[in-house]
């Protein structure tokens, strides 16, 4: 079957501009996590979500980050005011249960702002 | 929170050989201790976890042990291929606890 697809695969952005990533996780899959991958670093944890609702965004950095999941399966990770900082690879994790299990991950986003 | 540290950050080894990979955590909580491949330009990918009711598990050419008491675990991987070459992250999270932390990783070499 399908695994998880992000888009775009790649986005170029000016510092301060408004961005949007997209993730579509495995059919049927309830739990969703964002995760944003630096070079050379292991996963950062962003948000998870269950269903609908952010069960836990403990991870965004700041309130410029923001995410969405209106209908408990794409979801959509936003970005306000970018940041140089904000370069990264934004990965997006489905998982089929409410427990801690295996995460399926997407291809990623790799965000750059110039 | 969690705090997972993974030692050493690279490792050649010659095909054949053995290649170990250590982690340590910080939250007494955690429970689930999975293991994920990222091939260069790829997604992560999960070849083994272990929850805390095991002290060790195997599949094939790769194993995993856990030491509750001090906070630490291993992946083994035997008999090394130059397939195996990738980088190597441990995690760490709860059954209560969503937020999965990440090691920095090992990049493993294998050298044909």
Same mark, same amino acid.
């Given at each position: ?114 | ?11 050649? =080894?010659? /095909?054949?050989?053995?290649?170990? +990979?250590?982690? *340590?955590?910080?939250?007494? &909580? ?23 009711? =095991?002290? /060790?598990?195997?599949?094939?050419? +790769?194993?995993? *042990?856990?030491?509750?008491? &001090? ?34 990783? *090992? ?6």
């Amino acid at each position: 079957g399908a695994g998880v697809s992000q888009t775009p695969s790649n986005k170029v952005t000016e510092k301060g501009k408004y961005v949007e990533l997209r993730c579509d996780p495995i059919s049927g899959h309830t739990a969703l996590y964002w995760y944003r991958q630096s070079l050379g670093q292991g996963p950062e944890f962003l948000i998870y979500f269950q269903g609908t609702g952010a069960a836990d965004d403990s991870g965004l950095p700041n309130d410029r980050f923001f995410a969405v999941r209106p209908e408990g399966s794409v979801s959509t990770l936003k970005i306000q005011r970018t940041e140089r900082g904000d370069s990264a690879v934004y990965l997006c994790a489905s998982s089929p249960t409410r427990t801690i299990g295996e995460q399926f991950f997407g291809p990623g986003t790799r965000l750059t702002v110039l | 929170g969690e705090n997972v540290e993974q030692h050493p950050s690279t490792l050649s =080894v010659q /095909e054949g050989d053995s290649a170990v +990979i250590k982690c *340590t955590y910080s939250d007494s &909580a955690s429970n689930y201790f999975p293991w994920y491949k990222q091939e260069l330009g790829k997604r992560p990918q999960l070849i083994i976890d272990i929850r805390s009711n =095991v002290g /060790e598990k195997k599949d094939q050419r +790769i194993a995993v *042990t856990l030491n509750k008491t &001090a906070k630490h675990f291993s992946l083994h991987i035997t008999e090394t291929q130059p397939e195996d070459s990738a980088v190597y992250f441990c995690a760490a999270s709860s059954y209560n606890n969503n937020d999965m932390r990440f090691g920095a990783g *090992t990049r493993l070499t294998v050298k044909p």
